[in-house]
């Protein structure tokens, strides 16, 4: 058990190491805040209970009746109009968990989202960025793959990937209450997306996450 556990806290530390040596690399490059259009369209869902009140990845407790979404690469803090392209109903969320989880979807909105634009299931949408925190490091990027819902199980693809790929850890989402591998650390969203091709190949399905400091 010892052996284990000082196993998994020193494949957090190489994790992070890495994701230190990068940022250096990069120069740690503050971003600036402000509107930009990212012109990204696609499906979006929306997650009620039974994640109403468990927390979410930013650490917040997660409030389905207030206006706040998950995405999966943009920094928790950013806010976004999203529009319903179906009925040009808008809304105005800010990011504060990662997700949506499944092929084909961009965003999941709460609840509340979800009823002021009218959406009962999902609905095809235009996102766009109003502002994003106001300093923050350089982005980094890793491919999430796989959700078990014991941790034993996730450290043994964890250590695959590891010798594979140089770097994984392990990872708990409080929403769905399971254990995911994250896989490797890639400097640009082009990179993390090579990288997720592979392995949706090779692991099942694939999704390119923002790092996210714990």
Known sequence: MLIKDFTASWSRKLF???VAALLAST???KKESGPQDTGQIGIASWYGHPFD???TASGEIYDMEKLTAAHRTLPFGTVLRVENL???QKV???VNDRGPFVQGRIIDLSHAAAHALSMPGIANVRLQVIS???TRAADLFAVQIQAFPQRAQAEQVREQMERKYGTARVVFRQGDQTWRVLVGVQPTLESANALAQQLDKEAGPA???LVDSD
Do not use: A, Y
């Open 207 to 209: 999704f390119v996450v």
């Open 27 to 29: 120069g740690c490059t």
């Open 132 to 134: 994003t925190p106001p």
């Open 16 to 18: 992070w190491i890495v």
């Open 53 to 55: 009140g468990r927390l």
């Open 86 to 88: 179906s009925n040009s």
């Open 92 to 94: 105005e969320v800010r």
